[in-house]
């Protein structure tokens, strides 16, 4: 049997007590955690259906702008028409909203992650933005892309966003977009590179949310939930995203996700897109 002395009697105890608050707030943490994946389901679940519901009466709008256009068009003067027009215009605008936000809930549920291949996720990106990169007149450059863990639609996706903003948001240059991806321990960095209109540090974060946008629809059309949907992908995905930019000279938009494979691979080289 072993005798304590008093003061290991005294650090015994306040290790027991430590023991117990540790495992009292672990608890407090994992009632927390509960909590908020519960009012994020509700709170999917609350765009989901809003947006689902405004489809209705938002037909009705249309249907009846129509209506009016047809039958009545005639009869109204310029004024008239320019107004009827506007109503058209919004509600076209929210017919995409509502679109947009219906696709941003519908991210949901379980991701499929498997090893998959970046560079074929990029490639098919590319190939369906082919009509805007060739009207561009846009160098689109690809590296050789590390394998991730991931669900290999949502990655295609993302690339097609990032690489189809880093098209729009061109500035008077011809358009010149990098993608790359290097290897950091367990995950993958990815780099877009454009050289672009860029973007103020000020709107770094804020372009991320849902809606988000630094311009009006005369200049750039969109609806500001491009971004938005890559960090919702991403982020179920146990990765991060981010952008480093300077207005007049580019964006990178960088973004991790889990590496697929054993140890750490050498760096890719040079590829074409
Ligand atoms: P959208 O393009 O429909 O507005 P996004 O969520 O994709 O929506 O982008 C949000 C905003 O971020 C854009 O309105 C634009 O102001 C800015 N942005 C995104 N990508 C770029 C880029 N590559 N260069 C400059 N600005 C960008």
Same mark, same amino acid.
């Given at each position: 049997?072993?005798?304590?002395?008093?003061?290991?009697?005294? &650090?015994?105890?306040?290790?027991?007590? %430590?023991?117990?608050?540790?495992?009292?707030?672990?608890?407090?943490?994992?009632?927390?955690?509960?909590?908020?994946?519960?009012?994020?389901?509700?709170?999917?679940?609350? &765009?989901?259906?809003?947006?689902?519901?405004?489809?209705?009466?938002?037909? %009705?709008?249309?249907?009846? @702008?129509?209506?009016?256009?047809?039958?009545?068009?005639?009869?109204?003067?310029?004024?008239?028409?320019?107004?009827?027009?506007?109503?058209?215009?919004?509600?076209?605008?929210?017919?995409?909203? *509502?679109?947009?936000?219906?696709?941003?809930?519908? *991210?949901?549920?379980?991701?499929?992650?498997?090893? @998959?291949?970046?560079?074929? &996720?990029?490639?098919?990106?590319?190939?369906?933005?082919?009509?805007?990169?060739?009207?561009?007149?846009?160098?689109?450059?690809?590296?050789?892309?590390?394998?991730?863990?991931?669900?290999?639609?949502?990655?295609?996706?993302?690339?097609?966003?990032?690489?189809?903003?880093?098209?729009?948001?061109?500035?008077?240059?011809?358009?010149?977009?990098?993608?790359?991806?290097?290897?950091?321990?367990?995950?993958?960095?990815?780099?877009?590179?454009?050289?672009?209109?860029?973007?103020?540090?000020?709107?770094?974060?804020?372009?991320?949310?849902?809606? /988000?946008?630094?311009?009006?629809?005369?200049?750039?059309?969109?609806?500001?939930?491009?971004?938005?949907? @890559?960090?919702?992908?991403?982020?179920?995905?146990?990765?991060?995203?981010?952008?480093?930019? /300077?207005?007049? *000279?580019?964006?990178?938009?960088?973004?991790?996700?889990?590496?697929?494979?054993?140890?750490?691979?050498?760096?890719?080289?040079?590829?074409?897109?």
């Amino acid at each position: 049997m072993f005798i304590l002395t008093r003061s290991e009697l005294r &650090a015994h105890r306040r290790a027991q007590r %430590m023991i117990v608050e540790l495992e009292r707030s672990r608890e407090a943490l994992l009632r927390k955690a509960a909590e908020l994946s519960r009012s994020n389901a509700e709170l999917e679940q609350f &765009a989901y259906i809003a947006s689902h519901d405004l489809q209705e009466p938002l037909r %009705m709008i249309s249907s009846y @702008c129509e209506l009016i256009e047809r039958r009545y068009g005639e009869r109204l003067d310029d004024a008239g028409r320019r107004f009827l027009g506007f109503a058209r215009d919004g509600a076209v605008r929210m017919r995409s909203l *509502i679109n947009d936000l219906l696709a941003y809930s519908r *991210i949901s549920g379980e991701v499929e992650r498997r090893p @998959c291949s970046s560079q074929e &996720a990029c490639r098919q990106a590319i190939d369906n933005l082919r009509v805007a990169i060739d009207d561009a007149g846009a160098a689109v450059t690809v590296d050789r892309l590390p394998e991730v863990i991931a669900d290999p639609g949502q990655l295609m996706q993302i690339f097609q966003n990032l690489l189809g903003n880093a098209l729009k948001y061109r500035g008077d240059r011809r358009p010149e977009i990098r993608v790359s991806g290097r290897r950091d321990g367990e995950s993958v960095e990815f780099a877009v590179v454009d050289n672009g209109i860029g973007i103020g540090s000020e709107h770094f974060e804020r372009i991320f949310g849902v809606f /988000q946008r630094l311009h009006g629809e005369n200049d750039f059309s969109g609806t500001g939930i491009g971004l938005a949907v @890559c960090r919702k992908l991403v982020e179920r995905s146990g990765g991060r995203i981010w952008v480093e930019s /300077q207005v007049g *000279i580019g964006s990178t938009f960088r973004f991790t996700l889990p590496a697929a494979g054993g140890p750490i691979t050498r760096e890719g080289g040079l590829g074409e897109a």
